[in-house]
């Protein structure tokens, strides 16, 4: 059973750089052919995908948040890693981590959420 788990802080200032860790158990990240992804949730908004880091390393982020958003891995801890930086109030939401089989948007397991409030 894979299970996926969000960490990092609950509250950030403006300006400052969002970092959020994905521990992954039950499967490894390197493992052919699985996608993992960051998702969020602002308040009373829908899901927006923000990027994606493949079994392989490459990684791919959403255009609006390109500028912003770094996503790497550590393999031996199993973990990937969301950096959001210069943040905004508009930033506040909850944080996923989630795995795909496959480059689609068919998310089979995902971490429980992380709310990150940008607030000074």
């Known amino acids: 059973q894979v299970q996926l788990q969000e960490s990092g802080p609950g509250l950030v200032k403006p300006s400052q750089t969002l970092s959020l860790t994905c521990t992954v158990s039950?499967?490894?990240?390197?493992?052919?052919?699985?996608?993992w992804t960051w998702i969020r949730q602002p308040p009373g908004k829908g899901l927006e995908w923000m990027g994606v880091?493949?079994?392989?390393?490459?990684?791919d982020y959403s255009p609006s948040l390109k500028s912003r958003t770094s996503i790497s891995r550590d393999t031996s801890k199993n973990q990937f890693t969301l950096q959001l930086s210069s943040v905004t109030p508009e930033d506040t939401a909850v944080y996923y981590c989630?795995?795909?089989?496959?480059?689609?948007?068919?998310?089979?397991?995902w971490g429980q959420g992380t709310q990150v409030t940008v607030s000074s």
């Open positions: 989630a795995r795909t089989q496959g480059w689609t948007n068919e998310y089979d397991y």
């Open positions: 880091i493949a079994y392989g390393g490459s990684t």
């Open positions: 039950g499967g490894s990240i390197t493992m052919n052919y699985y996608y």
